[in-house]
């Protein structure tokens, strides 16, 4: 997690696959929110990975309307979330 000074960005969220569906993602993200102070949290994921968007709109995110291309070998789009803004 990064701070800064109007909000937090997540960096990486990840659950291994044999942990998911059990609670621990929604419990790890509840824990990351008390961290954040109330500040609006923000974080990129990739556009394809809709597993990730779907569990992170569930969590209270929402899609900004922003992108941005990473370069890793190839362009990856990624699409930025957050609680507020």
Known sequence: MIF???FVEISSFYILQ???KKGLGKQTFDFIKNLAAAKPLVLWVL???TAARNFYEKVG???TNKTRVIKRGSDFVQYMYSTSF
Do not use: A
């Open 4 to 6: 800064y000074e109007k």
């Open 18 to 20: 044999e942990f998911r």
């Open 47 to 49: 556009k394809e990975n």
């Open 61 to 63: 995110m929402h899609f």
